[in-house]
């Protein structure tokens, strides 16, 4: 039996903005609740037939996981299948609203075993794989929205001792804002 929970989530900025921050596969696990670390290897883009590694975790549990990518349609939307048999998948979808955005997630896992499993994963599992949907796409919209970049990604840290001190010297000041009595 394969289970399917989707959430969508409208955000005030374009498509192509949209996807192209929610289709940067090093930034997945700043928003995306499931997934610990996921990357291409180093000769391949994000296209058609690409394959993607990802560790993803399920509260404790971590487990790595090889997709596929298959359906790329820039600036409408990426599909994602495991390889397994016990296929999991993601399905994003972009849609333009006037000078607002709608960004879909469908996540599809299969549930085997008869009635107990599925009766566990309608009270447990599900309610968890939907909150983690909706929790990642609130973390979407703060990112997106309010221009929450990171100062440094872990690629531009400075490592040289001069440019070490030189982010070290930049000294924040203090504003006495005690009110004036007159």
């Not at 039996?1 to 929610?22: P, T, W, Y």
């Not at 399920?58 to 997709?67: H, L, P, T, W």
């Not at 939307?77 to 399905?91: V, Y």
């Given at each position: 039996?394969?289970i399917?929970?989707?959430?969508?989530?409208?955000?005030?900025?374009?498509?192509?903005r949209?996807?192209a921050?929610a289709?940067d596969?090093a930034?997945?696990?700043?928003?995306?609740?499931?997934?610990?670390?996921?990357?291409?290897?180093e000769t391949?883009?994000?296209?058609l037939?690409?394959v993607?590694?990802?560790?993803?975790a399920e509260?404790r549990?971590?487990?790595?996981e090889?997709?596929?990518?298959?359906?790329?349609?820039?600036?409408?939307?990426l599909?994602?299948e495991g390889?397994?048999s016990?296929?999991?998948?993601f399905?994003f979808?972009?849609e333009q609203?006037?000078?607002a955005?709608?960004?879909?997630i469908?996540?599809?896992?299969?549930?085997?075993g008869g009635?107990?499993?599925a009766?566990?994963d309608?009270?447990f599992?599900?309610r968890?794989?939907?909150?983690?949907?909706?929790?990642s796409?609130?973390?979407?919209r703060?990112?997106l929205e309010?221009?929450a970049?990171?100062r440094?990604h872990?690629?531009?840290f400075?490592?040289?001792?001069?440019?070490r001190?030189?982010v070290?010297?930049h000294?924040?000041?203090?504003?006495?804002?005690?009110p004036?009595?007159?």
């Amino acid at each position: 039996m394969k289970i399917v929970c989707r959430e969508h989530i409208d955000l005030s900025v374009s498509v192509a903005r949209a996807f192209a921050f929610a289709t940067d596969i090093a930034r997945w696990p700043m928003w995306l609740a499931s997934m610990v670390n996921a990357h291409l290897p180093e000769t391949q883009e994000l296209e058609l037939g690409a394959v993607l590694r990802v560790c993803m975790a399920e509260g404790r549990n971590r487990r790595q996981e090889i997709f596929e990518v298959t359906r790329y349609v820039r600036n409408a939307f990426l599909s994602l299948e495991g390889e397994l048999s016990a296929a999991r998948r993601f399905d994003f979808r972009f849609e333009q609203r006037g000078s607002a955005s709608r960004v879909s997630i469908t996540e599809g896992y299969p549930v085997f075993g008869g009635m107990f499993p599925a009766l566990y994963d309608a009270i447990f599992r599900r309610r968890r794989a939907r909150r983690g949907l909706q929790e990642s796409l609130t973390h979407l919209r703060g990112l997106l929205e309010d221009s929450a970049e990171p100062r440094y990604h872990a690629d531009e840290f400075p490592t040289d001792e001069a440019a070490r001190t030189a982010v070290q010297s930049h000294q924040l000041h203090a504003v006495n804002r005690s009110p004036q009595v007159a």
